[in-house]
């Protein structure tokens, strides 16, 4: 069982910064990936980036060139630049074990004004 807890959300202006952070705790050695999703009012769950044990990244093509995934040790982390109001949404951490479980965080809300 691995156990995420997400920080770093908030409220920022168009334009600002946010540095998310996903620490895992539990049987974290069974972690084969870790990414972020989000979720706005009345839109399904996405996915905006994920980074693998290998440290291969992918992301969604909305937040290319603005966000950036890592991860050291058990935290996963997302550096938000240069935010537009369109990525106000819940931000999930989500991790996928070797045996294809998946976890995930409570979630923590990021809203960015106009």
């Known amino acids: 069982q691995v156990q995420l807890v997400e920080s770093g959300g908030g409220l920022v202006q168009a334009g600002g910064s946010l540095r998310l952070s996903c620490a895992a705790s539990g049987s974290t050695f069974s972690i084969n990936a870790m990414g972020w999703y989000r979720q706005a009012p009345g839109k399904q769950r996405e996915l905006v980036a994920a980074?693998?044990?290998?440290?291969s990244t992918n992301y969604a093509d909305s937040v290319k060139g603005r966000f950036t995934i890592s991860r050291d040790k058990n935290t996963v982390y997302l550096q938000m630049n240069s935010l537009k109001p369109e990525d106000t949404a819940v931000y999930y951490c989500n991790t996928e074990s070797l045996t294809r479980v998946r976890y995930w965080g409570r979630g923590t809300q990021v809203t960015v004004s106009s």
């Open positions: 980074i693998t044990r290998g440290g």
